[in-house]
């Protein structure tokens, strides 16, 4: 069975500065995808990034980049020039790539608060 | 823009009570899910469905129940609510292989 470990249950940055948030996976397939996803105080999740393991290349958005260690199964989502807007639950999800139901893994979430 | 709603931000219910939360997704998708989320424990799949009338067991699905009578709504049933089912619940949609996309969530106390 496939699970998601994100170790840091809060953390925190000031604003400007750089933040990494670690996720670690374990799974048995070799074509999946993996996403961060962001949950603001309102509640509403939204996907931040997301990252195919069959891409060597790291995904990046903007000011949200990744550092995706497939032999390590290491998922870290790097947020640079952190703004507050940026306070939020952050969970790190694993999908299968076959198979089309899209059912999602998810771990138990990092809080992250921005600092003035 | 893909939208998903629920039927209530918050729902106080009694013990005992049968409660319905609703969801409805605007983007024709095939696949929609209900999670359960609580602090520390993540999001935790409670029920999904792939069509219309089909339904899987996700993993935690004791004491819920679902229904899925058209492609835009799925409903998540608490037969007889109970104060260990408070929590914040989430519903999901996605197209095939892609994107999940969620509600705002309804808060459910139940007293």
């Known amino acids: 069975a496939q699970t998601v470990t994100q170790s840091q249950p809060e953390m925190s940055v000031q604003e400007a500065e750089t933040v990494t948030l670690s996720c670690t996976y374990d799974t048995s397939e070799n074509n999946y995808y993996l996403f961060w996803y962001k949950q603001p105080p309102s509640r509403q999740m939204i996907l931040v990034i997301r990252q195919e393991a069959y891409k060597q290349q790291n995904a990046t958005e903007n000011r949200f980049s990744v550092n995706f260690q497939k032999a390590a199964k290491s998922f870290s989502l790097k947020i640079s020039d952190s703004q507050l807007g940026d306070t939020a639950m952050y969970f790190c999800a694993f999908r299968t790539y076959g198979g089309s139901q899209g059912n999602l893994i998810f771990g138990k979430g990092t809080k992250l608060s921005v600092k003035p | ?111």
């Open chain 2, 1 to 111: 823009d893909v939208k998903v709603t629920q039927s209530s931000r918050y729902l106080v219910k009694r013990t005992g009570e049968k409660v319905f939360l609703e969801c409805v997704q605007d983007m024709d998708h095939e696949n929609m899910f209900w999670y359960r989320q609580d602090p520390g424990l993540g999001l935790r799949l409670i029920y999904f469905s792939y069509d219309v009338k089909m339904k899987e067991k996700g993993d935690i699905p004791e004491g819920y129940s679902v229904s899925r009578e058209k492609k835009e709504r799925f409903s998540l049933i608490l037969e007889s609510a109970s104060t260990n089912q408070t929590s914040m619940y989430l519903c999901a949609s996605t197209q095939r292989g892609g994107e999940q996309f969620f509600g705002p969530g309804t808060r459910l106390t139940v007293l």
